[in-house]
């Protein structure tokens, strides 16, 4: 039964035990859950260097599970949390080692949410391998994964991505550093406050890659507060559930040294299918381009007059802008915002530009 109201949940830490918690949330309250659960690395002993010294490994008892069939269903329970407060057109993301990524993986589809991709995180600085006896763990697996098979619609701020990796496709392997120097969080002897503390560069790619302004971030294994500082700089909502204590305080003193970006800053980069549908029409009767004009193509070899209803007349043929513009060059198709170019101060520059000008209006 539901006891707490979104709004006491927004952008606060929350102690406890995160299925018991995430309970307590009302259904369908959050847009994206970011999960980063214990690994369940079943590690016998002590790991040390060639030198003998001893390796800084998760040891930690909130790791620690008696059996897989432990594991399972714990990661059953909060899974199965997780999707109730998803809202319909929410997306999970959840990251691990070989040690449970599989098994988390099939819990998941078990639940019914639909896995969209698995992304490689290459650390572009692991830690090595001390025994020589396997390769190098050099990365973890995150699963992004909808509510559901029948989901209309989720957020992937697909041009975004495409902005951040210098105008190419975002692709599924991303590398990126561990988290280490300034921004490794430290406790009062100097050591590691948290033992698998994740990198703001990673959270920020995957907020960036599928929220907006104000959505609402639930993060059930909040630790060294990560999600909740990324979010906070980027404009969203967090809501963070952490049982450690310790880690709870210090993820509250992390967040509120962030100052957020302004508005502006954080907007995305809407994909072309999001923008409105702009009818070269409007460019005509808004005198932008009035009847008569002449529009060339590319090669300044094709011309057509600009007509009344907004159709483009060439020496053998009238229609749209695309249909005209296809005709000239004896293709089937043709982006006529950017075949068709007009003088403006003394250039020819693409009729695209008035379209452009058209949506900032609307906007």
């Given amino acids: 039964m539901t006891d707490l109201k979104l709004e006491d949940a927004l952008d606060r830490v929350i102690e406890g035990d995160c299925v018991e918690k995430m309970r307590a949330l009302p259904e369908g309250c959050v847009d994206l859950i970011f999960a980063d659960p214990p690994y369940n690395l ?16 998760v040891d930690d008892r909130w790791d620690q599970f008696g059996s897989f069939a432990e594991y399972d269903c714990f990661t059953r329970e909060w899974l199965s949390e997780a999707r109730r407060v998803l809202k319909d057109t929410g997306a999970l993301w959840v990251i691990g080692s ?23 995180w290459r650390k572009s600085n692991p830690m090595p391998n001390f025994r020589g006896r396997r390769f ?21 701020n697909y041009e975004a991505m495409k902005a951040l990796n210098d105008e190419l496709q975002m692709r599924s392997d991303w590398t990126l550093p561990i988290c280490s120097g300034g921004e490794r969080l430290k406790d009062e002897d100097g050591q590691k406050a948290h033992s698998t503390q994740k990198p703001e560069s990673l959270l920020h790619r995957v907020i960036v890659s599928s929220t ?152």
């Fill in 42 to 57: 079943q590690l016998k002993g002590e790991l040390r260097r060639p030198d003998n010294s001893k390796v800084d490994a």
């Fill in 212 to 363: 907006r302004s104000d959505d609402v971030v639930l993060d059930p294994f909040f630790g060294s507060g990560t999600t909740g500082a990324v979010a906070r700089r980027l404009g969203r909502h967090f809501i963070g559930i952490e049982r450690d204590r310790d880690y709870a305080k210090l993820a509250r003193s992390r967040i509120a040294g962030v100052e957020p970006a302004d508005r502006e800053a954080v907007e995305t980069t809407k994909s072309k299918r999001a923008e409105p549908r702009i009818p070269f029409g409007w460019v005509v009767e808004r005198g932008m381009l009035p009847p008569g004009t002449v529009l060339q193509g590319h090669q300044k070899n094709h011309r057509a007059k600009v007509r009344a209803d907004g159709t483009l007349v060439c020496a053998d043929a009238t229609g749209s802008i695309h249909r005209i513009g296809a005709h000239v060059q004896g293709l089937d198709a043709c982006n006529g915002w950017t075949f068709w170019q007009f003088e403006l101060n003394g250039k020819l520059v693409p009729i695209d530009v008035l379209r452009q000008r058209l949506r900032a209006d609307l906007a």
């Fill in 98 to 120: 070989y040690h449970n990524i599989f098994r988390v993986g099939a819990i998941l589809q078990d639940l019914g949410f639909w896995v969209l991709n698995d992304v490689i």
């Fill in 136 to 156: 190098t763990n050099a990365h973890e697996t995150l699963i992004w994964a909808a509510k559901s098979a029948n989901q209309k619609s989720y957020t992937f």
